[in-house]
């Protein structure tokens, strides 16, 4: 970490706190505080949108999964631009601002609770948020702090602390303003970091056509784990089907990786931003249908420049990891012994000379290097050894150069992983080995940016839910301090969480979170701006029903979420609910496929049989959304 | 193959998420000075 890293990092914070002190000063009223007065600049409330909505693990963890699994991941980059700007501001965005400040709503709770006329409904979401938001508030703060840690060199347990109580400490002051103006800033930094990094890879590459042929001729070096769920290379999309019932192991899995791509990540993320609370509450902070026109232009450009460069970038990364890297290190040992333990799966660890011949049978053959500047005491770095490696070993007292050939997960495998790598790894590794030096520091300004940016609209939401939401309604009193308070104990959870889980859990909670909101609020947001009929009951009914199913699912039927959740094992005795009699493709399929479906039929289907809701109360909700 | 991407599903995800910033674009300036009135009425 040299001289000019540091004074750029100190001189961004320096702006940073600078713009929470303009934000700061302009804080009047809880509105002010809650919707910025309602008066936001156009580019301001886009930036801050794009900048809340795109946090690390949308590039560096997402980014990595387009290493891994390849380019079909660009349908989440159109869902993205499509739905969560261009419907989300077109179609939704204006007649939620006109019906919100109609309303006098300044959270989301109190937009649906009041659209509905229903005390329970402010609570009961209220509570989804503030119990469950918390779990992605963790999931950014882990994505940001793992980075840092890795950056600055220092423990992950002090880069959480730090990086929680930064961000913390503009956004109890300064509020919804302070968050928007940094925001931008923010958002500015991640557009300029990633534009270079799309011209840097296509140009090194040789450009668009030649990038893209390089890696279709790489399908064969697809690992035969991602082969057998349907992997059939990096520009194509994976295997689709549905596997029959009772089919044996091969046959139950070969469709795994379609629903994993198409279910979780592109639906679950590309849909669920629709009902994003952080989100929704932006559109109430611009003054007129006009500037949230003019929005939807930065809006577009600025997520295309995230997630359409992250995901290309993260597939092309193989092509880089594999024809063209070169270390230039010392190499310290050229064939170390690791062990992946019986199942091949266990973290590695180094085979000692008295090993049994099992154990070096099925070990690993690694190399060993430093880098220059590395702590020559300290362990070296390894690399995976394949027929591949080229070694060129410099003359006396000169460098030696390793070129591994590797794809960009293999490339992940260290002493700390298991066979199976680290994708988390892949993006900064590649910005490490590939970009020029200076770049490095853009990026680390680019990821912290992306960090901060998502967990202060976070923390404002969870404290705005706890303050203003569910405080206020038992206890009215002094809301801006009930807010404060609220983001302080929203703090503690989330720093909880971060310490009591371990790694790899970015991408699970970001998942969850966004099932979770679309399963329970999509149907009664969407359909209370268009449709005057459901009541509140019928609301009531979708909300539960929508929150219990993805629930449910999570917990006992999605293999990933429920093996990690443990409440099945618990009860059943098996990390999942499976039998030979049902395709083994439902325990893939996202929690979010299943729960909003239940949702929308229980709201349509109550709202018909039902009273529609009161005259009086509609028409005071739609006389003025409808000019929207 | 199609600009190098093998499958067209792979390739029609690429060029659709240019469309739609592109579209998000052009909707922005054709309607740049449209839209209601901001609320002073409540």
């Known amino acids: 970490m040299d001289f000019l890293t540091i004074s750029t990092v100190v001189l961004y914070l320096m702006v ?26 156009p580019a301001i409330m886009a930036l801050s949108y794009g900048a809340t909505f795109i946090s690390t693990s949308a590039i560096v ?56 006329n229903s005390r329970f409904i402010h609570v009961f ?45 503009y956004v109890i002051p300064s509020g919804i303003k302070g968050v928007l103006f940094t925001d931008a800033l923010q958002g500015a930094i991640m557009a300029v970091g990633m534009i270079f990094l799309f011209v840097w890879t296509y140009w090194n590459l040789g450009g668009i056509i030649s990038a893209h042929t390089q890696l279709t001729e790489m399908k064969t070096l697809v690992p035969a784990s991602l082969q057998a769920i349907g992997h059939q290379g990096w520009t194509s999309m994976p295997k689709f089907g549905w596997a029959p019932a009772g089919a044996d ?54 997520i295309y420049l995230m997630v359409g460069v992250a995901f290309t970038v993260g597939a092309l990364s ?25 199942s091949g799966n266990d973290p590695l660890k180094p085979v000692p000379d008295d090993a049994p011949e099992e154990v070096k049978q099925r070990a690993k053959a690694f190399v060993a290097y430093r880098l220059p500047g590395d702590n020559p005491m300290a362990p070296p770095r390894l690399v995976l050894k394949t027929p591949n490696l080229r070694i060129e070993k410099g003359a006396e007292g ?46 680390l300004l680019t990821l912290l940016s992306a960090a901060m940016s998502t967990l202060s609209g976070q923390m404002h939401t969870i404290g705005a839910a706890l303050g203003r939401d569910l405080f206020e309604q038992f206890r009215p009193g002094n809301s801006v301090l009930l807010i404060r308070i609220g983001i302080c104990v929203g703090l503690m959870v989330s720093l909880g969480m971060g310490y009591a889980v371990g790694g790899n859990v970015i991408a699970v909670a970001t ?36 929150f219990v199913t993805n629930v449910f699912w999570m917990a006992f039927v999605n293999a990933k979420t429920a093996a990690s959740l443990g409440i099945c094992a618990k009860i059943f005795g098996k990390p999942y609910l499976s039998s030979p009699s049902w395709s083994a493709t439902w325990n893939v399929v996202d929690p979010l496929v299943v729960g909003i479906p239940a949702a929308f039929i229980v709201l349509v289907v109550w709202a018909l049989i039902d009273r529609p809701m009161d005259r009086k109360h509609a028409d005071y909700c739609f006389n003025r959304a409808a000019q929207a | 193959m199609y600009l190098g991407i093998e499958d067209f599903w792979v390739f029609l995800a690429y060029v659709l998420s240019l469309l739609a910033a592109l579209l998000c674009v052009i909707y922005g300036v054709i309607t740049w000075n449209k839209g209601d009135e901001p609320i002073t009425d409540i």
């Open chain 1, 398 to 443: 000169e460098w030696d150069v390793i070129r591994p050939g590797l794809i960009s997960v293999a490339r992940t495998i260290n002493g700390s992983t298991t066979m199976k790598g680290n994708v988390d790894q892949i993006i900064p590794l590649f910005v490490q080995g590939a970009l020029p030096r200076w770049f490095g520091i853009i990026f």
């Open chain 1, 16 to 41: 940073v706190v600078w713009l929470a002190y303009k934000g700061y000063k302009g804080t009047r009223s809880a509105a002010d505080y809650l919707v910025a007065g309602r008066n936001t600049h």
């Open chain 1, 125 to 169: 979401a209220a509570l989804i948020i503030f119990i469950f938001m918390p779990l992605y508030a963790m999931a950014v703060l882990r994505g940001g702090a793992e980075f840092i840690a890795t950056t600055f060199d220092i423990p992950i347990q002090v880069s959480l602390l730090i990086f929680a109580l930064v961000v913390v400490a």
């Open chain 1, 511 to 546: 998942a969850a979170f966004f099932g979770i909101c679309a399963s329970t609020f999509m149907p009664v947001y969407l359909l209370g701006l268009y449709w005057k009929r459901p009541n509140a009951r019928a609301a009531i009914a979708s909300m539960v029903a929508g």
């Open chain 1, 249 to 302: 192991a091969a046959a139950a899995h070969q469709y795994d990786l379609w629903w994993i791509v198409v279910s979780t990540i592109v639906m679950g993320v590309g849909i669920g931003v629709l009902a994003q609370p952080q989100l929704i509450v932006r559109f109430m902070t611009v003054k007129s249908q006009q500037d949230l026109n003019r929005a939807v232009v930065s809006g577009g450009v600025f």
């Open chain 1, 61 to 116: 963890g997402f980014g990595g999964v387009a290493a891994n699994f390849g380019m079909s991941l660009l349908w989440l980059s159109f869902l993205n631009i499509f739905v969560g700007i261009f419907l989300a501001f077109v179609v939704f965005g204006g007649r939620t601002r006109r019906m919100g400040h109609h309303l006098g709503a300044h959270t989301f709770p109190e937009f649906i609770a009041k659209r509905y």
């Open chain 1, 318 to 342: 193989n092509v880089y990891f594999f024809k063209h890297e070169r270390i230039v290190g010392k190499v310290v040992n050229e064939q170390v012994l690791m062990d992946p333990g019986a």
